[in-house]
């Protein structure tokens, strides 16, 4: 009889692939993929932490298989991913939820089977977290979950403490596969038909710094040269990094897409002081322009937290003028969440609740009012997609241009993981209504 897993994930696309590698790992050992977790035999949870609410949504989750758990008495538990890897917080999860039957570090990934063969083993749980700074683990296939698009990790970890980040905490010291791995996995990846691949890291621009390995935009360009028509992305940057050679690389290599996202996180110089962020608002400004300079329509994305220690009304009227500055495409935006351990957890000047809401409102609609006005443009305009999926709600193909915009258009056949061609018809809020045309 067939065995299912189930794996639920929460926050970034980093949690997304390493799920496809906990996938991977699963179905080797004979386990197959189901969609509701209430048929699995083994549950897995692959969790985050890098806001309160993302930690608190994966407890409330686990916390609700008391009952399943309880009338399936042989379905494992299993609990991973950035949460298991804070001080304490294994032992909480255990003490909190103690049918949970696996508890693995970011750093245990690779050793699941082997856990999951010691708690068939042993009647207690098994708990798994390495504090180490992280190892690389080459070799795993992971089961993909995002076709046309793959993801491929170039580094792990990150050096950079930002004050408000647990990240360097729970994922240890930033290291880069080797460019040669990445390059072959890339080429396989383009033979087996995927069409966009997005290469992963905290920190992308600072790829195999200090070693001989090549630098970012020497392997972007590398794979840039790989046979075939595919689209080429990455993230993400940090400003202090992102240098005129990469500006360049992508504009002389039309695989690359003209999409770069460049978190800013604020437009406080004394506030980017306080994150340890190494750069000021002219800087990134700065940098924005040099982009642009090379790669003129470049649509540059970015992250915004609201929020922060001490951040006053100033301060927060200078994201905003940035904001408006730059012009962005797009942007995600918090509010900012302290987290235990980090420098900024110790700061005084926390800032009360009402008034994060009240600006991350303001915020958010004047992000919103960009990218309206911008995806306006595209109306009369055609474009090329990479049709990524059937939307059942609004029966239409959908897919994204180079820029990252949505577009959505009809068609009687298949036409997933098809670069297509796109007239737009109306745009609607952040999406692009069309039709298929031969243009
Ligand atoms: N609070 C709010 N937002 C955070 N981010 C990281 N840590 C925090 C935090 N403690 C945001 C940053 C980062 C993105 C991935 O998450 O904007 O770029
Ligand atoms: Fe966190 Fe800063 Fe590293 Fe990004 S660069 S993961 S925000 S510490």
Redesign the pocket.
């Known amino acids: 009889m067939s065995k299912y897993f189930h794996i639920t994930t929460y926050g970034?696309q980093m949690n997304v692939h390493e799920s496809e590698k906990i996938a991977g790992i699963l179905s080797r050992m004979g386990y197959k993929a189901c969609d509701n977790i209430e048929d699995s035999d083994i549950a897995v949870f692959n969790t985050c932490c890098?806001?309160e609410n993302a930690e608190n949504h994966a407890f409330g989750n686990i916390g609700m298989l008391k009952k399943l758990k309880a009338n399936k008495r042989d379905m494992l538990i299993a609990v991973g991913g950035c949460l298991t890897q804070q001080i304490g917080k294994a032992d909480t999860l255990h003490d909190k939820y103690p049918y949970v039957d696996i508890i693995f570090g970011t750093h245990n990934l690779n050793e699941l089977e082997e856990l999951i063969n010691k708690k068939r083993r042993q009647k207690k749980a098994v708990i798994e977290i390495e504090d180490s700074e992280g190892g690389i683990c080459e070799g795993e296939k992971p089961l993909r979950t995002s076709y046309p698009n793959a993801w491929i990790n170039i580094t792990y970890g990150c050096n950079n403490f930002?004050s408000?980040?647990?990240?360097p905490y729970v994922r240890g010291r930033e290291r880069s596969r080797r460019s040669e791995d990445i390059i072959k996995e890339a080429e396989e990846l383009i033979a087996q038909g995927y069409k966009e691949l997005t290469l992963l890291g905290q920190n992308v621009n600072s790829y195999a710094n200090g070693t001989d390995d090549l630098s970012f935009p020497e392997l972007l360009k590398k794979i840039a040269d790989i046979e075939g028509k595919f689209r080429l992305r990455f993230m993400?940057s940090h400003p202090k990094d992102f240098s005129e050679e990469l500006a360049r690389v992508i504009a002389e290599n039309p695989k690359i897409c003209r999409a770069v996202h460049l978190?800013v996180?604020s437009g406080s110089d004394s506030v980017l002081k306080a994150m340890n962020r190494k750069y000021t608002a002219a800087d990134y400004i700065k940098k924005i322009e040099i982009l642009k300079k090379y790669v003129p329509d470049c649509a540059v994305t970015t992250?915004?937290?609201v929020g922060f220690p001490n951040e006053s009304e100033e301060d927060f009227k200078a994201t905003l003028s940035l904001v408006k500055q730059v012009g962005f495409a797009s942007a995600?935006t918090?509010?900012?969440?302290?987290?235990e351990g980090?420098v900024?957890a110790k700061m005084d000047g926390q800032i009360p609740e009402e008034v994060s809401k009240r600006r991350i409102m303001e915020l958010i609609k004047l992000v919103n009012a960009q990218t309206r006005e911008q995806t306006s443009h595209y109306v009369g305009k055609t474009i090329e997609i990479l049709c990524e999926d059937y939307d059942e709600k609004r029966g239409k193909y959908l897919g994204r241009d180079e820029y990252g915009r949505m577009a959505y258009f009809s068609s009687g056949e298949n036409k997933k993981g098809e670069f297509v061609r796109v007239k737009v018809g109306s745009a609607n809020g952040m999406s692009l209504y069309g039709e298929l045309t031969e243009e």
């Open positions: 970034c890098i806001r930002c408000y980040c647990i990240v993400t978190p996180q992250d915004l937290i995600f918090f509010v900012y969440s302290k987290r980090t900024a």
